[in-house]
């Protein structure tokens, strides 16, 4: 006699009495661990860590939890990767770029010096070669990357004096996030200084930074950074779209039913919409209460653009000659990243730039 026929004509009690157990069961609760390298004040970046976490909850019925933890509360913020490489948590959330000490590609999962913009950083990760580039190279730290959502193009941050040359970057001690930025501007004459967000107002009101660039408008505003270094430049060429990244530790992610890989699968990708989009809400109204409070928003000029630019291209250059596989991704990315170009003339650039000069 077949199962079906046996739990038919004997019932569930009567299947049970026998020992043998239905082919449908309940699933285990599964509990995770989630450490991020930003605070809770961010609301941008960490909500999408409580989104994603929410989500989770929601689609398993509560059978699937992952408590999110704010940086710091388990580990520093920069502790993450060694955590989920050990073992010691199943995901994180983070910007990539703050581990190029580790190795200089971590910098291709976040931003690079004139590199992608949001929506092109998208399409490279989910129908490029990104995602698959990435997470063959995090396998080397049990990780399996999934996107935690854009910031957009970034603002070229806050600086106590004006910068009105190249010359004027030469000795000035700057907060950067991380990533092959620091290498450029070193070239330039900035000192790097790389520190969480919740130390760098201090730095800043105390003279031993001189600048730091953060994100954009609403969170740069939380962060209160107008208040201690009044010039306010733009665009962030390091950071043309910053990508975070939910990181999953890959004995934990392949533990998971696939009921389970599913919805955290789902609830990523709704986390990363839902902050790009709110940045692109928020941002508007930050930078008008911004320079209502005197902020001074200011270009940078095509030289310093310029000088920009080819200490970047220097930077890649030296990390192709010493990695091989430094220089597949990068080359893929700007292969993917001339045929983006070639499209937005034709699309987004003409009609935006058109937009810029009518009243709406």
Not at 90 to 114: R, S
Not at 308 to 327: C, L, R, T
Request: proline share 4%; charged share 25%.
């Amino acid at each position: 006699m077949d199962r079906r026929s046996l739990i038919k004509r004997a019932g569930i009690a009567g299947v049970l009495a026998s020992g043998i157990a239905p082919a449908v069961h309940a699933q285990a609760a599964v509990r995770w661990r989630l450490a991020s390298s930003f605070p809770k004040s961010l609301d941008t970046i960490f909500g999408s860590a409580e989104v994603m976490s929410k989500t989770v909850k929601e689609l398993s019925g509560g059978k699937f939890e992952i408590s999110v933890h704010a940086g710091g509360e388990l580990m520093p913020p920069f502790g993450v990767v060694d955590a989920l490489q050990n073992g010691t948590i199943e995901m994180a959330q983070t910007a990539p770029y703050y581990f190029t000490g580790k190795d200089p590609i971590f910098a291709f999962g976040c931003a690079v010096p004139f590199g992608l913009n949001a929506r092109q950083m998208d399409s490279w990760m989910e129908h490029g070669n990104g995602r698959k580039l990435m997470d063959a190279f995090y396998a080397k730290y049990n990780i399996k990357s999934f996107s935690a959502g854009n910031t957009g193009t970034q603002m070229g941050g806050w600086y106590r004096k004006e910068i009105k040359t190249v010359a004027d970057l030469k000795g000035l001690k700057m907060r950067m996030g991380g990533g092959l930025f620091g290498e450029a501007m070193a070239k330039l004459g900035v000192v790097a200084q790389n520190m969480p967000a919740g130390e760098v107002y201090q730095a800043l009101e105390k003279g031993t930074l001189d600048a730091t660039e953060f994100v954009g408008p609403y969170d740069d505003e939380k962060l209160g950074f107008n208040k201690v270094a009044p010039f306010y430049y733009y665009p962030g060429w390091w950071e043309g779209g910053a990508e975070l990244e939910f990181f999953v530790n890959t004995k934990a992610l392949a533990a998971l039913s696939p009921e389970n890989k599913a919805i955290l699968e789902a609830a990523c990708a709704v986390a990363a919409r839902d902050m790009t989009a709110k940045y692109d809400a928020v941002n508007p109204t930050a930078l008008k209460r911004l320079v209502a409070a005197k902020t001074k928003l200011m270009p940078f000029s095509k030289d310093i653009m310029d000088a920009g630019w080819k200490a970047s291209m220097q930077v890649f250059a030296e990390h192709e000659a010493k990695s091989p596989e430094f220089k597949k991704i990068h080359q893929d990315m700007r292969a993917f990243q001339r045929d983006q170009i070639l499209w937005t003339r034709f699309s987004e650039y003409r009609f935006d730039t058109y937009m810029t000069s009518v009243k709406v």
